[in-house]
């Protein structure tokens, strides 16, 4: 499968290297068609996938991951331009987190609107699925190095999208079918970018970003 | 001991019950010395407590739970008063939840504040521990309704008061020492309160409050 990487950070890198060991073609995408960043990821996969701008890249990708800086990821989608997604599965990865001001990083959007639902307003041809934000990209990647039971939370406006990523999720990380939560449309994303509040602290206080949520439920 | 439960919702009802039938001595506040909400609650224990304004409530507490609606927390504990509150150890149970605008509610207050920094700014001699508020009420006095693995956040600037805080959990309503989580200093409330607009959403989703969250911990 054709697969668009946007963005170049550890996120991009660690689901594009993942993507190109399970065989598939890879293009990851950056603002320049040749940044160092991107050759030195090409280089760390032995040349087996391909660099480019983020347009070259979301035109290259029959689906698309967005795992550019969710504080710039709606100029990077323009970058990367409409026409070149329209009707493409988005699954977008990174929260609108602000480090500016040091740790632990506010959100640049929370509570009365989110990342998700403003990707989806600003393309909205675009089939957007705000997935993995929830986890450490080590954790995207290898569900199971995190021992024992817990989930993934996803959401988005198209029912059969959430349903293709849900499948991909399996297929490419391992992600038990039963720990993936559709939690309903893309305003939902208010929720899992909100529970990066939480998330920063918890990284803090546990000394790892490996770890993750499992839902304890009673009657 | 003497408790004092600030609010007759239902959050302050089922702590202010849980804590007469261990033989506690209790007083629910709320806004009128004889609110008909807290003449209800105390006809449903038999008499056994008592009810009063905020201001009673808060003088008469060795200790003071804060269930008011965190909406209005800031203003029910001005009416408390200071002076009643001063030096003891306040649990603040409630969420700034506004749910004005329907479900799933916003908050009034996130990001770069929060409820629990509020109260302890407005009221610097009090020892504000934010505790609970990740839970359902029934969760809270009960946390073994909920099989499995799941925790309790706990977060303030008194580490002697957040231990006996953490030692009150356990005692009363059966959390287990290693359960409770101390994030650190009462900013963490961001987080422990930003969790609520996932956890408003989990309640839709899953049908029921009753469900906690497990971390699960990698390396």
Redesign the interface.
Known sequence: MKIAVLGTGMVGNTLATKLVQLGHQIMVGSRTANSSAGQEWLRSVGGKGQIGTFADTAAFGEIVLDCTNGANSIEALRQAGAANLRGKVLIQVGNPLDFSKGM?P??TV???DSLGEQTQHEFPDVRVVKALNTVNCD?MVNPS??????EL?ICGNDAGAKAQVAGWLSEWFGWKPESI?D??DIS?S???E??L??????W???G?P??????????
């Open positions: 632990p506010t959100l929370c509570n009365t954790v190095s995190v021992p024992g039971e817990h939370l939560i939690l309903g939902n208010r929720g899992t909100m529970f509040a939480l998330w920063v602290r918890l803090g206080k546990f790892t490996h770890f993750n949520i499992h839902f304890a439920r009673g009657k």
